[in-house]
């Protein structure tokens, strides 16, 4: 079937998504903390890089299991 031809398993799957929702999370606290500057949108770009990450991840989620 498909899915054993997959070459990533559901539970590493979702344990990856599960990281890159924490990272995110961890880097939305440091882009909160930070009140401007070069160093919040460096934040910002980390954060919603993780996010972008997250939905792909999401996406290959919910196709293939």
């Not at 590493?12 to 599960?18: A, D, F, Q, S, V």
């Not at 903390?33 to 290959?60: C, M, W």
Request: charged share 25%; net charge negative.
């Amino acid at each position: 079937s498909l899915h054993d031809a997959l070459p990533i398993s559901k539970t590493y799957l979702e344990e990856t998504l599960m990281q890159e929702l924490d990272a995110a999370d961890f880097y939305r606290n440091f882009f909160l903390a930070v009140p401007d500057g070069a160093l919040r949108d460096l934040f910002f770009e980390i954060l919603t890089d993780k996010q972008s990450h997250a939905n792909a991840l999401t996406y290959l989620f919910s196709k293939y299991f």
